[in-house]
């Protein structure tokens, strides 16, 4: 009786041990998958309408759709990664801020939808300028070393948020 007990004991705590160790795979997953949609649908996006609007630049705005395309994607990436981590709940309230803010700051440039170009005034093209440097300035741009974590977008994206004017002009 007592060694069916230490073998029903002994099987009990190793059936624990490996149910907290597959809880704690799956919070890991969970919080990587937040966070590569974030880095790959938000900050790459981010470095790469910073690399279009300089080449925009450099070619006198030829094709500035190219731009407010980018833009776009960046805003749906944005929209994505908000739901994703409110679905996995992992998204932070600070993080979630970070993001609308963002998302509202963004949203003011003129952006493609569907079936229909933006058209961009002087003003608009300046304002995309203005938008280039502060990316440079906060580390998301081309040919800048970028920081592929979390913490370090987050802060990125609360520091455009502070260079952003509200509202355009």
């Known amino acids: 009786m007592i060694k069916k007990r230490k073998l029903l004991f002994r099987f ?13 795979w799956g919070i890991i ?3 990587f998958v937040k966070e590569q949609v974030l880095v790959t649908e938000v900050q790459s996006n981010l ?13 006198n705005w030829s094709e500035p759709n190219l731009v407010t395309t980018e833009l776009g994607d960046v805003l749906n990436g944005i929209l994505l990664g908000m739901t994703t ?3 996995l709940g992992t998204l932070s309230k600070s993080d979630k801020e ?9 949203i003011q440039y003129p952006n493609d939808e569907l079936y229909s170009f933006a058209e ?8 995309f300028e203005d938008l280039r440097e502060a990316l440079r300035e906060v580390g998301l741009g ?21 260079k952003i004017k509200s509202p355009l002009y």
């Open 12 to 24: 009990s705590i190793s059936l624990n041990i490996l149910l907290v160790a597959i809880v704690a």
């Open 29 to 31: 997953t969970m919080n």
């Open 47 to 59: 470095v790469e309408l910073e690399g279009l609007i300089a080449n925009q630049m450099d070619d």
């Open 85 to 87: 981590g409110k679905q």
């Open 98 to 106: 970070i993001l609308e803010h963002l998302y509202s700051k963004l």
């Open 120 to 127: 961009l005034t002087e003003q608009d093209k300046q304002n």
């Open 142 to 162: 081309l040919n800048i070393t970028i920081s592929a974590n979390m913490a370090s977008f987050m802060s990125q994206a609360e520091a455009i948020n502070n």
